[in-house]
């Protein structure tokens, strides 16, 4: 979809170009006719290659990039905060994440846990997660972590991370902005490309 829009927009250079080109011809009928059929297509194809460059950019976002990279660590909860009821209760969760080799964060994870273990999830308890490191707001709670992890979680100590390392996601607002100005600069080069390619038949015309 976001591929046929550039298509579009390289169309839509073609128009403008025949549009040009019918200008600045001698012939009187070469000029009617590159003008009127350009003017005619221009506006429905502009319109063609914008929303199919808007719903390509969507879909590609929502596609997510590349998967994440997750790794083992140790958080410390600093806050809990349980966001419904029932017997499998969801939880917000403040953690301090510390890295295996890196500095430890903040960021915030949400965890579903049944009411019988709901101790193990209680503020200064440590936890398993897994993180991506190239998306560090990218937290998950390991419910049940292993026998492997039992006395890691038994022994570590996590110092409380300043509220200033908090790691977030980025506003939907922000990473859709970075993608309308990336197809719209693309949009913009695909159709410069298909006007100047438009030209060339015509160059004897004028």
């Avoid at 040009?20 to 290659?49: C, E, F, K, Q, Y």
């Avoid at 600093?78 to 295996?100: K, M, N, W």
Wanted: hydrophobic content about 45%.
């Amino acid at each position: 979809m976001y591929w046929a829009g550039l298509l579009l927009c390289v169309l839509l250079g073609g128009e403008i170009g025949a549009i040009v080109a019918g200008i600045a011809a001698d012939d009187v009928g070469t000029t009617v006719t590159l003008t009127v059929v350009g003017a005619n297509l221009v506006p429905w194809t502009a319109m063609g290659a914008v929303a199919l460059l808007v719903a390509g950019s969507r879909r590609r976002a929502a596609a997510g990039g590349e998967p994440p990279r997750l790794e083992p660590a140790m958080a410390r909860i600093e806050a809990s905060r349980a966001t419904g009821e029932g017997p499998d209760i969801p939880l917000r969760l403040d953690l301090t994440v510390a890295p295996t080799g890196g500095r430890a964060y903040r960021a915030d994870a949400t965890v579903v846990v049944n009411l019988m273990d709901l101790d193990d999830f209680r503020v200064g308890r440590t936890v398993v997660v897994d993180h991506d490191p190239a998306r560090p707001w990218d937290v998950r709670v390991r419910r049940r972590p292993g026998a492997e992890f039992a006395g890691r979680v038994a022994l570590t100590k996590i110092d409380t991370a300043p509220p200033e390392t908090r790691r977030s996601a980025p506003r939907a607002s922000a990473a859709a902005g970075g993608r309308g100005a990336q197809a719209t600069r693309f949009g913009l080069v695909a159709t410069g490309v298909g006007a100047l390619l438009s030209l060339v038949p015509f160059h004897g015309l004028y």
